[in-house]
């Protein structure tokens, strides 16, 4: 039986770790993390015109780390197994043909996964409830979206903070997809959490809100997903969800994963991360940094 837990920190924190090998994520009261820093990872999307730009190299980009620069090592766009998270909600206003838009999107995004790649799913509503660990078994994903029930209200905020754990609970690229159509009237975890959370994660967010979102919760959404390199996509319908969710995988795919070993800059602290391309016009989406100690 998947595990179902009323929406608070403890909780957030017990289904973040119902996932079997899972790190100790970081609470609500207190952030740790990592004292060192051997190789930094970035998640980086590049676009021209709105087109995702392919063919660039590791001499193409400039990364500065806390405004010093970083000699890039890697900067692939080849395949490496990925982690999907579904986050995705379960609450009153989803029942009837929004549920239906929502099994279909989810089921048209798990098709399109790779052989090596994983997904999960955590359904919220006022309840938090891990629908299926993160798995290279597609179809125990796939019942446990057709299983979705929805009722009762919404805890976005505490959702979003199990879905970033989650995602830092294995090795690979990690996408974390959550869709919400309704104000969170039901987390315990205060935002800022989350958010402060997110900045130091190696998980892209990309948020899904339809038109009934409140305005507070699509401005929580646009943040998190602003600090980890990904997107906050806004739509009327919840019919335009199936080819939402593939787009954001089909996206996902074309970002490069820049690597390099940070040098002549202190360890401890914050790190923030300006990442650009060198000679051309290009939009670059990359985290906004990485936490060194506590």
């Not at 205060?190 to 899904?208: C, G, L, N, W």
Request: proline share 6%; charged share 20%; aromatic share 6%.
């Amino acid at each position: 039986m998947s595990p179902v837990l009323r929406a608070t920190p403890a909780a957030a924190f017990a289904l973040a770790l119902a996932l079997p090998g899972s790190r100790p994520p970081a609470t609500a009261q207190t952030q740790t993390f990592r004292s060192q820093v051997e190789v930094v990872r970035v998640d980086v999307l590049v676009t021209e015109n709105g087109r995702p730009v392919t063919g660039l190299r590791p001499s193409d980009f400039e990364v500065l780390d806390n405004g010093v620069r970083q000699q890039v090592a890697f900067a692939g766009l080849e395949h490496m197994p990925l982690n999907v998270l579904l986050a995705l909600d379960a609450s009153d206003s989803v029942a009837g043909a929004p549920l239906d838009h929502l099994r279909a999107a989810g089921n048209a995004l798990l098709d399109r996964l790779a052989a090596d790649d994983r997904a999960a799913l955590v359904t919220f509503n006022h309840l938090l409830a891990l629908g299926s660990p993160l798995t290279p078994d597609i179809p125990r994903v796939r019942q446990a979206i057709g299983n979705v029930t929805p009722g009762g209200g919404t805890a976005l905020v505490d959702a979003l903070y199990a879905g970033i754990v989650l995602g830092e609970s294995d090795v690979g690229r990690s996408l974390l997809v959550v869709f919400t159509d309704g104000a969170d009237m039901s987390s315990y975890l205060r935002p800022q959490v989350v958010t402060d959370t997110a900045k130091s994660s190696d998980v892209v967010v990309y948020a899904v809100a339809s038109g009934r979102s409140g305005r507070r919760d699509t401005v929580f959404l646009r943040d998190v997903a602003d600090r980890t390199g990904g997107s906050l996509i806004e739509i009327e319908s919840t019919k335009d969800l199936q080819q939402t969710f593939v787009g954001i995988l089909e996206e996902f795919r074309l970002r490069y994963l820049l690597s390099y070993s940070p040098h002549g800059v202190p360890a401890p602290g914050w790190h923030r991360l300006d990442v650009r391309v060198k000679g051309r016009n290009a939009v670059v989406k990359a985290r906004a940094g990485y936490q060194v100690g506590s």
